[in-house]
């Protein structure tokens, strides 16, 4: 079975422009999360979706919004990008019913963000 | 808010011996989840514990919990090159069927074996 998909794999950016980041998540899960990890850190917290709705977010600027879609892909939005923006963006996929190891995350490989 | 501490930063081992890789949380943990990680890469589950004193094995790489449920231990033996990595750990929400599953992470524990 296909794991969780990310694209693209690489993006490089200018200041001040918006990028959109895309995830499919594993066939039968319905919650997706999003995570940015700087280099030489752990991965942070960005946003969660489940069944189309938004179900937690970390502490990010407005300009980062994401939203899920029926098929329960996810699209990651960043506006007015800054040079601190770059880093690996990933995404996660999971059950969600309420239960530690059904509400086990599976990551994707990741987007390599570059903000010139 | 919850802080996880690994230690050590980094590590390098010779192929074919042991090591101990360690995650203290600040608070309990309700569900705490070993990843593995090639430099820029995605995340790879290895295993979730969630009881206080579990232990989890598989292939060579075994994973405890705490009594107190506040310390995770990751322990390699007869490391092997394959083994070389970022090791992370991950904390759960307090209570699951809340409102997210988001997780905490530590900073992460770099591998290196050598041949």
């Known amino acids: 079975d296909a794991g969780v998909t990310q694209s693209p794999t690489h993006l490089i950016k200018t200041r001040g422009q918006h990028v959109t980041l895309r995830c499919s998540p594993i066939s039968g899960h319905k919650s997706v999360s999003w995570y940015q990890q700087v280099l030489g850190q752990g991965p942070q917290f960005i946003f969660q979706?489940?069944?189309?709705?938004?179900?937690g977010r970390g502490n990010f600027p407005d300009r980062f919004s994401a939203r899920q879609f029926p098929n329960y892909s996810s699209e990651l939005n960043v506006n007015a990008l800054l040079l601190g923006d770059s880093a690996l963006y990933l995404c996660?996929?999971?059950?969600?019913?309420?239960?530690?190891?059904?509400?086990?995350?599976?990551f994707g490989p990741g987007t390599r963000l570059t903000v010139l | 808010s919850q802080e996880l501490e690994q230690s050590p930063q980094s590590l390098i081992v010779q192929e074919g011996k042991n090591l101990t890789i360690n995650c203290t949380s600040s608070k309990t943990l309700y569900g705490l989840y070993w990843y593995k990680q090639k430099y820029g890469e995605g995340l790879i589950f290895l295993m979730m514990?969630?009881?206080?004193?579990e232990e989890k094995s598989h292939e060579k790489i075994t994973a405890k919990l705490d009594e107190k449920k506040q310390q995770s231990s990751l322990h390699i033996t007869a490391s092997q090159p394959s083994h070389a990595g970022i090791y992370l750990c991950?904390?759960?929400?307090?209570?699951?069927?809340?409102?997210?599953?988001?997780?905490?992470f530590g900073t992460g524990t770099l591998l290196a074996v050598q041949p």
């Open positions: 991950g904390a759960g929400p307090p209570r699951y069927g809340g409102a997210t599953n988001k997780l905490i």
């Open positions: 979706y489940y069944e189309k709705e938004e179900r």
């Open positions: 996660a996929s999971s059950f969600f019913s309420g239960g530690a190891e059904t509400d086990t995350q599976y």
């Open positions: 514990l969630q009881k206080g004193g």
